[in-house]
């Protein structure tokens, strides 16, 4: 997956691009894929190993920040399909506004892969095609892990990612929002990097957890109460929301057993099914998303694609309840090493292995 992100990169159609590939000292098989590419495109891609231990994102991204010449220093992951349209659009945005901070699109696209794959692709197309825009017009917005880009000035000043923290990339958007900052969000949906949700319930929950965990370190250093009031209230709602989520996941079921089997007043009953009211109001707008997620990637959606989606939001909650509560026990017992969402490049150049709608993605 390294040496196809790194081909793309490299084959940008921005005129001066300097493509870095960040590899641990204890990983041959990657560098030696990362060293291909280096000798392929020599005058592009450089390789810079990294020593640290424990190793973890934002450790390996502080050991190659001062190797880095440019103005605007970007960062995608391993695993990313990256369109070659992508860097002269970023600069464009660059250009012609006065931004600090640049967030572009992700995207995953393997939807059918797994019963909870729809609803990871819709997150991520509310996520990056709305919500975000919200938040950079509000002035706090946690940036997202990759696709983001900075001018290297700023960075540095800000002394570059906290490498102790499991959400860095949240992490330095509120300190540069904290700063005074100004973020764009550049997005087309045609133009974004692509990636693959993750292969198993497992990963997902160890993903989840990672990111729920991060939300909470960065809940608790407190750097978004020296925010004007109304930008506090929202940091103080976009980084609990993780965990307002898991409170829905766990109510809805509570609500339901509660009606079929305690012996409460009718009205007491009836109260209870109250946490289901925004969870259908939820369910219903996502069903409106997925129609427009398979319009814009020109994709027919088929009815088990929204019999999925439904009859898949109670379990798909409760596994962010359950990422959720172990996020908090692994902060309150101070575990805080870095566990990786494994990556099997179901849509990299394995054009015999994707169904057709994942297939007419690729194309775009």
Known sequence: MLARTLSRLAESQHPDVEVIAIIGHDDPGTEEQARAAERAFPDRVRVVIDHSWPKNKPKALMTALPHCTGSIIGVFDAEDDVD????????????????????????????????????????????????LHLQADHGFIPLGGNTVFMRAD?????????????????EIGVRLSTAGARTVVAYDPHIVTREETPPSLR???????????????????????ALPRRRRMLARFTLAQPFLQAFAGLAV?????????????????????LPLIPVLATVAFEVIGLREFCRCYFVRPRAGDY??????????QLVLSVAAVR???????????????????????QDDARTPAESEMASI
């Open 203 to 225: 990963a997902l929950l160890k993903q989840r957890t990672r990111w729920n965990q991060g939300f909470l370190q960065v809940y608790r250093y407190g750097l978004w109460r």
């Open 307 to 316: 019999l999925r989606l439904v009859l898949g939001s109670v379990p798909y």
């Open 84 to 131: 070659v349209r992508l860097l002269r659009f970023v600069d464009a945005a660059f250009r012609h506004t006065d931004a600090d901070v640049v967030q572009s699109g992700v995207q995953l696209v393997d939807f059918r892969a797994h019963w909870f794959s729809v609803r990871n692709c819709l997150e991520y197309f509310f996520w990056f095609r709305s919500r």
């Open 154 to 170: 700023r960075l540095r000043a800000a002394d570059g990612w906290n490498t102790e923290c499991l959400a860095e990339d949240c």
């Open 253 to 273: 079921p509570a609500a339901i057993a509660m009606v079929l089997w305690a012996r409460v007043p009718v009205a007491v009953a009836l109260l209870s099914f």
């Open 327 to 349: 996020a908090a026990i692994r902060e309150m017992a101070g575990h805080r090493g870095w566990e990786k969402t494994e990556h099997v490049g179901t849509f990299l150049g």
